[in-house]
């Protein structure tokens, strides 16, 4: 397990299994979403996936949509206040052979369904897998709670499973 993920292991945010899943998904080029409240500890976790794409995979850190158009394996994509959050969320997953790393929080509200679903209708997406991390706070402690794979399937329903 990379070292960047391993410290949220010690630091008892999540769990060696949770951490281990991160992991693996990343090395198969597949989407993250970190999810919840700034103060859930989503943003320091977000920097540390990213920073786990960036040692071994080309990428970009998205500012528009314009950095889209690069020829990356990942697109590494912060809370943007200056564009369509969502937009540019949809449109990284219709780009076939890359994944992303992001965030969905109360300032970027984000409908994950509804732009599997819109790259679905554009025959965009399919199969494409994006893990969803849940953090919350316990007893005013940050943790990673749940983790749910989801991808669009060839006939446009949602597929879900929770770790």
Sequence with gaps: MNAMINKFVTSNFMSEEQGQYIDDAIMRKESVVVSGHRSA??????????????????????????????????????????????????DAIGIPNTAFISLKEPEH????????????????????????????KVDGVPILDKI????????????????
């Design 41 to 90: 500890g989503i943003r320091p976790l977000m920097a540390s996936l990213m920073a786990v794409a960036k040692s071994q995979f080309t990428n970009v850190q998205v500012k528009d949509f314009s950095d889209l158009e690069k020829d990356v394996e990942f697109f590494l994509i912060p809370g943007l206040d200056n564009v369509d959050f969502e937009k540019i969320i949809g």
């Design 148 to 163: 749910t794979e989801m991808h669009i399937d060839e006939n446009g329903k949602v597929i879900k499973t929770d770790l």
């Design 109 to 136: 509200p984000i409908s994950l369904m509804k732009v599997l679903k819109s790259n679905f209708k554009l025959g965009k997406g399919i199969n494409k897998k994006i893990h969803t991390l849940e953090c919350t």
